[in-house]
């Protein structure tokens, strides 16, 4: 039976947070070199996908196989929201 029971869904929201801003902010630094970003290659935004698209997978599973039980811990969704409106701040300023 297909199971993510013992896989930590904080984790999973901590890491797909991580990995999409990652993917932005190289993707940016490589389509604007002036923003002091360092230099971006092709193999970083191959690597950014790639992690990206393995993190959506993930997430997949966490919602479609059974959990027993287990949910995102309340002090994952307040910071994920905090996060969320630091950058959003951030980008609008």
Do not use: P, W
Not at 9 to 35: A, K
Not at 42 to 60: C, G, K, P, R, S
Not at 65 to 88: D, E, F, M, N, P
């Amino acid at each position: 039976r297909k199971s993510v029971y013992g896989f930590s869904l904080d984790y999973e929201v901590y890491n797909f947070i991580g990995y999409f801003s990652y993917t932005i902010y190289s993707q940016v630094g490589y389509l604007n070199h002036n923003l002091g970003v360092g230099q971006v290659t092709i193999q970083d935004l191959v690597f950014n996908y790639h992690a990206l698209t393995m993190v959506l997978i993930e997430a997949y599973q966490c919602i479609y196989y059974h959990r027993g039980g287990q949910a995102v811990s309340k002090i994952c969704k307040i910071t994920s929201v905090v996060i969320l409106i630091l950058v959003t701040g951030t980008l609008i300023l």
